[in-house]
């Protein structure tokens, strides 16, 4: 599949690497069909869960969501979800789960965070995935930098 996108100019992306979310992004219903772009450079850290990648939609050329594995900042996380809200993707495992959560920049470096509310699970299997809320008290804005500062005390 060809997209040209804002942020990549013309890319083509092999049909087994959508990635489809059913009922969309949160806001954004209508955007089902992505790929997840990663510096090629980075492309190993990137499989491990490391850095920010971008969601890029495949229906909408000029949407992206810059993303990132959430457990590089916070390795505990592991959010309540409602089993039924996960049957679409079908058989979920450790080994094909994979948990993504949005990124928001801001002017202020200091500000720029990663939303813990609402992940983007997805089924490694069959590309399958869906963003949801979930149950816990995770916040909408969790600071990279404050997650960063603390990570560093703890390693002293």
């Not at 992206?64 to 089993?83: G, I, Q, R, W």
Request: aromatic residues 8%; charged residues 30%.
């Amino acid at each position: 599949m060809k997209a040209e996108t804002r942020l990549f100019g013309e890319i083509d992306i092999e049909d087994e690497k959508i990635i489809w979310l059913p009922g969309g992004m949160i806001g954004f219903p209508h955007l089902q069909k992505f790929a997840l772009i990663f510096d090629e450079e980075k492309e190993e850290k990137a499989k491990e869960g490391k850095g920010i990648m971008w969601l890029q939609s495949m229906d909408e050329p000029q949407v992206a969501f810059p993303v990132m594995h959430p457990n590089e900042l916070k390795p505990d996380y592991n959010p309540t979800v409602n089993d039924e809200m996960l049957k679409p993707l079908g058989d979920l495992t450790d080994e094909n789960i994979y948990i993504l959560v949005t990124v928001t920049a801001t002017k202020e470096i200091k500000d720029t965070s990663i939303n813990l509310k609402a992940p983007i699970i997805i089924n490694s299997d069959n590309r399958k995935g869906c963003q949801l809320i979930v149950e816990d008290d995770y916040p909408v804005k969790y600071k990279i930098c404050e997650a960063l500062e603390k990570s560093e005390k703890a390693g002293e």
